[in-house]
């Protein structure tokens, strides 16, 4: 491991308490820094670092650039009982997100389902913030959003697509609930960032072509490193996560009105709104079966997946979303782990702002 | 390629009314013995021989066992306003299936979307004929089912999950539609048998462990063979495509009461009902966006991805549901290609049934 990306641990509320005041004194009103620092936080917790607190000096130059409305008059408006529309007033991604889901559960209590799709957002974190909305609804949560280009089409050679992620939030009785929270790449960019910071072996199928990807002065690989979509190459199955991947930007994107393929490039320029497009949804699990059945058989399902033998230096069979409770229990004693590059930023922030930065 | 595998191509019409006539002398009511045979051509027009007429035989002789009920009194139930289970009543999956996608576009029409959860199937042939009913009506088609166990957990060594397919139809102006049709697993059942009969090297990641597959007397590799899922082993990836098989399986199997994970080795089985489930949904475009600026930018996303430079030895770039559309053109003109195990059980079935088989 490079040293100047080992992490310094930090006092989860007082990063968060950081993380509001910074969105508050550039013009964010109180409840929505409380969202967007919540979510950043929670990503941290469940070992997402690269969307959590590392994502706070992006917002934070976006939104001094003017390049996004501190207040937005999110509008959203039902088209039909169970579908309609989220136009984000190009808010915070955090803001946009969280009011949209939360228009989705309100609905799918009368339709049994509801799905808004979302233009003119803007970053918005880790998919499953949103998808685990549902959560103590004893609904299923679905969250997806398109992403800047990174990933190449399978046959083609520049990247088009985004990582594209999807995420499903299902209840469980009394454990970690299942959580998907997937990118449609073979790998995300947070664990290509870890496995290079670490100097691990890249494995054959995550970046696009065989190159060395390397890290930029943030201790993060560039944008210009291309992905393979999950699956890899043709042959290994890559046209698989590559349609998953389209399918995401047209849920997300061309549904939306937002931005889409290439054109989202505009998310990282700095004279332009990035346009992000999202697609959320719920339903109700009432509305299709008596949730008590329905938990009795999920338990059981993943007791017939916990018990298949084990591969040579496997501890245990994960259901998605455990290994992330397993993280959440860590961090939250130990606190957030930063790495230098993001510390050095948070720094700079509390020093332009004049706050007090948590030591 | 080995010469016993070499398939014979017949006229399409010919084998269409061959298939109706087979499930009409078992019992089967000649409506649905229209809609069953219609879904096995499709499947082998799109290049889905593995789950064309190929399916004819087990399906036969399921019914025959008295195993599959030929003449299901089908009953669905909407819980809300967009969501609601159907009981299958043990009928042909094909049949059970086309009914329950009717009914969700029906719904759909009022409500934006609507979702049906469907438990006591059968094999429903392929999940893509079901997602592309939705395409007349201006909607996006969803389907989903779980299938008998091959597909091992990530960190586990057995096959309990199925290769559970997901497919999404969406459609396109005067194009094919986009249908993305695809096996959760790294490779389907179908093209690992055809690699198999070609005798191609079989690419890491496609069966677990490294076993050298091979093809039983009918020429498909037998249910023993274990495959990965989607992204092969955890490093490339494994553990997204086992998060979405095991989610096909908790909305198809445990949120309809269906079998799910190892109880649908019943599904393989000759003293049981199979009781596969499957999820169905259909999403109304206008429930969100115009339906012309969605057509107008999702042909602009097209050329946007088709517009990368290709990589050495591809011709195309194809959209999800391309290839299948130029299969099903040059099978349409030259007729379905049939293996000769599966022609020997058509033959047979003939002199069973006293039919003229087509020369």
Same mark, same amino acid.
């Given at each position: 491991?490079?040293?100047?990306?080992?992490?310094?641990?930090?006092?989860?509320?007082?990063?968060?308490?950081?993380?509001?005041?910074?969105?508050?004194?550039?013009?964010?009103?109180?409840?929505?820094?409380?969202?967007?620092?919540?979510?950043?936080?929670?990503?941290?917790?469940?070992?997402?670092?690269?969307?959590?607190?590392?994502?706070?000096?992006?917002?934070?130059?976006?939104?001094?650039?003017?390049?996004?409305?501190?207040?937005?008059?999110?509008?959203?408006?039902?088209?039909?009982?169970? %579908? &309609?529309?989220?136009? @984000?007033?190009? =808010?915070?991604?955090?803001?946009?997100?969280?009011?949209?889901? !939360?228009?989705?559960? /309100?609905?799918?209590?009368?339709?049994?389902?509801?799905?808004?799709?979302?233009?003119?957002?803007?970053?918005?974190?880790?998919?499953?913030?949103?998808?685990?909305?549902?959560?103590?609804?004893?609904?299923?949560?679905?969250?997806?959003?398109?992403?800047?280009?990174?990933?190449?089409? %399978? &046959?083609?050679?520049? @990247?088009?697509? =985004?990582?594209?992620?999807?995420?499903?939030?299902?209840?469980? !009785?009394?454990?970690? /609930?299942?959580?998907?929270?997937?990118?449609?790449?073979?790998?995300?960019?947070?664990?290509?960032?870890?496995?290079?910071?670490?100097?691990?072996?890249?494995?054959?199928?995550?970046?696009?072509?065989?190159?060395?990807?390397?890290?930029?002065?943030?201790?993060?690989?560039?944008?210009?490193?291309?992905?393979?979509?999950?699956?890899?190459?043709?042959?290994?199955?890559?046209?698989?996560?590559?349609?998953?991947?389209?399918?995401?930007?047209?849920?997300?994107?061309?549904?939306?009105?937002?931005?889409?393929?290439?054109?989202?490039?505009?998310?990282?320029?700095?004279?332009?709104?990035?346009?992000?497009?999202?697609?959320?949804?719920?339903?109700?699990?009432?509305?299709?079966?008596?949730?008590?059945?329905?938990?009795?058989?999920?338990?059981?399902?993943?007791?017939?997946?916990?018990?298949?033998?084990?591969?040579?230096?496997?501890?245990?069979?994960?259901?998605?979303?455990?290994?992330?409770?397993?993280?959440?229990?860590?961090?939250?004693?130990?606190?957030?782990?930063?790495?230098?590059?993001?510390?050095?930023?948070?720094?700079?922030?509390?020093?332009?702002?004049?706050?007090?930065?948590?030591?």
């Amino acid at each position: 491991m490079n040293e100047s990306f080992m992490p310094i641990f930090f006092d989860t509320n007082a990063i968060r308490h950081f993380t509001e005041k910074v969105f508050e004194r550039i013009g964010v009103p109180e409840d929505h820094a409380k969202i967007a620092a919540d979510v950043l936080i929670e990503a941290d917790l469940r070992g997402f670092d690269s969307h959590g607190v590392a994502r706070l000096f992006p917002c934070y130059k976006r939104i001094k650039n003017g390049l996004i409305e501190t207040n937005p008059q999110i509008k959203i408006e039902w088209l039909t009982p169970a %579908t &309609g529309h989220c136009d @984000g007033k190009n =808010g915070l991604g955090m803001v946009v997100s969280y009011y949209a889901m !939360r228009a989705c559960l /309100a609905r799918a209590q009368e339709s049994g389902t509801a799905f808004l799709t979302v233009n003119r957002s803007n970053h918005f974190g880790i998919a499953g913030y949103y998808s685990s909305m549902a959560l103590p609804f004893s609904m299923i949560g679905i969250a997806m959003s398109n992403a800047s280009p990174r990933v190449v089409p %399978t &046959g083609g050679t520049t @990247g088009i697509l =985004g990582t594209n992620p999807i995420s499903l939030a299902i209840p469980r !009785r009394g454990e970690p /609930a299942f959580l998907l929270d997937m990118s449609t790449s073979a790998v995300s960019s947070g664990k290509l960032d870890v496995a290079v910071r670490k100097g691990a072996e890249i494995p054959q199928g995550w970046v696009y072509p065989s190159v060395k990807p390397f890290l930029d002065s943030e201790g993060v690989v560039p944008m210009s490193v291309l992905q393979y979509p999950l699956g890899g190459p043709q042959k290994t199955g890559g046209y698989k996560g590559y349609g998953l991947a389209l399918m995401v930007d047209i849920l997300s994107g061309v549904m939306s009105g937002a931005n889409f393929g290439s054109k989202l490039a505009a998310s990282k320029k700095t004279d332009t709104e990035a346009n992000i497009g999202h697609f959320f949804g719920a339903i109700k699990i009432g509305g299709f079966r008596k949730p008590e059945a329905f938990h009795g058989d999920l338990e059981s399902l993943v007791q017939d997946v916990k018990s298949s033998p084990l591969e040579p230096g496997i501890e245990e069979i994960f259901i998605p979303g455990e290994p992330e409770a397993l993280n959440k229990q860590k961090y939250g004693q130990r606190g957030i782990p930063v790495l230098p590059p993001v510390l050095t930023k948070l720094q700079m922030m509390a020093v332009e702002l004049t706050l007090p930065f948590p030591a």
